[in-house]
DNA sequence: TCTGGGGTCCTAGGACCC
DNA sequence: TCTGGGGTCCTAGGACCC
């Protein structure tokens, strides 16, 4: 069998370096990527994170994730910019109808990165580095942003070589530059070993991707059981799953959660932040034209706790005021009283809505709920997410939709890529 | 008013059935 | 006559990714 050949594309510092190219067609002089700047949340509301951050501000040691606050103890005088989603889709899409002119079979594996099978565009493009240097230059000219692209005979190495060098380069890392290239590095750097593995594999003095590879692989399984054969498998280079294009099809859950701006003490106020995220989450389920069987609900206490409860259900729903009775019965079994910091709703067992759509269940209740959501689904398609609320939400202080929704009333990112 | 939000997959333990 | 045992389903929680 032919090998595949596989390029991985990664934007630079994406919401960062998106935010600065916006910033600059808008007249501005500094170029974010050229400062120690970071993507941040809102901190009044309690959403104070780094989202994304510029190379310069990574010299001071800011992390993705980490709280603003202690970036500024890094680097104190950091410029802060907050999040703008519905540009950060625009960039995505402007990115993936470039890369779509070079491969009909691309995954999106996230907003800022796509998989492209090259296999059988090799004898179209011989030159495969040449023709990643070229999508990167196309990119930076007519987007104004850098990509680096991996390039490899599969998946994870090309994801890999995407990584190794930033920005705005192409890298290889085919099976015999393995040893070379990957083996050197930390062995945190592979895909699939995060902290908590780190931490383990230091402990049998395995530090580097090299060690990992070259150690007894019946240990690590023993230790670490499936997940231990999987990383070893790529530390070695090995893995071989395809690109797909996503879609809804295997779409395996959805949820929507946030963190809310006050502690929540009581239980009324919980529903009403629960509803917010079902409307939400409803449409997103029924655009997607899938049903649920299981609805999970989970909290996080002022004290950063997180528990939670799922029930499955006997026939697949997609209503918003199902998911939401549900929603509540769950966390009235679970919530154990103390302040909330963070409420989230989650579905889960999808299958195909075609079924249920001619009402299967004669039921009087069930069309009449099917026929609110149609009618809300398509005025908040047409009039914007807001346009049509519950009454209840009205002086409430709670955002009548939570979750799934830019500031722009675009849907979000995962409903869309 | 330091700690987001969206996902996927895996494991352990209990219930239940034969 | 203390403690079978395999299989499946369900739930809670954790690890990882971006």
């Known amino acids: 069998m032919k090998n595949k050949l596989i390029f991985h594309v990664d934007a630079n510092s994406a919401y960062l370096s998106w935010s600065a190219v916006d910033r600059l067609q808008h007249g501005e002089n500094l170029d974010l990527r050229e400062v120690p700047s970071v993507v941040g949340g809102d901190e009044k509301s309690r959403h104070g994170i780094v989202l994304a951050k510029s190379i310069p501000a990574k010299k001071y040691g800011i992390k993705t994730g980490e709280p603003l606050l202690t970036a500024r103890r890094k680097c104190p005088g950091i410029i802060s910019v907050p999040p703008k989603y519905e540009l950060y889709i625009k960039c995505s899409n402007a990115m993936l109808k470039i890369l779509n002119q070079y491969s009909p079979i691309i995954q999106r594996f996230s907003v800022d990165e796509c998989f492209m099978d090259m296999t059988d565009m090799d004898n179209l493009y011989d030159d495969f580095s040449g023709l990643a240097n070229e999508i990167r230059e196309r990119i930076k000219n007519e987007l104004g942003f850098t990509v680096n692209i991996g390039i490899s005979n599969n998946k994870l190495l090309a994801k890999v070589a995407s990584d190794l060098r930033k920005p705005d380069m192409v890298h290889t890392l085919f099976p015999n530059e393995i040893k070379e290239k990957m083996w050197p590095l930390s062995v945190e750097d592979l895909f699939m070993v995060g902290r908590a593995t780190t931490e383990k594999l230091y402990k049998l003095n395995i ?211």
């Not at 294009?245 to 959805?254: E, Q, R, V």
């Not at 919980?270 to 995220?277: F, G, I, K």
């Not at 069930?366 to 939400?393: C, E, H, M």
């Open 207 to 417: 530090h580097t991707i090299g060690e990992l590879a070259n150690h007894d692989r019946e240990m690590l399984e023993s230790l670490l059981k499936s997940h231990g054969r999987l990383i070893w498998n790529y530390a070695n280079g090995i893995e071989e799953s395809e690109v797909r294009k996503s879609n809804f099809i295997n779409m395996k859950g959805m949820g929507n959660s946030t963190t809310i701006s006050f502690d929540v003490e009581n239980r009324t106020t919980a529903h009403m932040v629960l509803l917010s995220l079902c409307e939400s989450l409803g449409m997103r389920l029924r655009n997607s034209e899938n049903c649920c069987r299981l609805v999970a609900v989970s909290i996080r206490t002022n004290k950063l706790e997180t528990y939670s409860r799922q029930r499955k259900i006997d026939f697949p729903i997609d209503s918003t005021k199902y998911i939401a009775n549900i929603a509540y019965k769950l966390f009235d079994e679970v919530w154990r009283g103390e302040p909330i910091r963070h409420l989230g709703v989650s579905v889960s067992e999808l299958c195909s809505n075609e079924f249920s759509q001619v009402s299967m269940f004669d039921d009087r209740d069930i069309d009449k709920n099917k026929a609110i959501d149609t009618a809300i689904d398509k005025i908040r398609l047409k009039y914007g997410a807001n346009s049509i609320v519950k009454s209840i939400f009205l002086h409430s202080g709670i955002k009548p939709i939570n979750g799934g929704v830019g500031e722009g009333d675009y849907p979000v990112m995962t409903s869309i890529l």
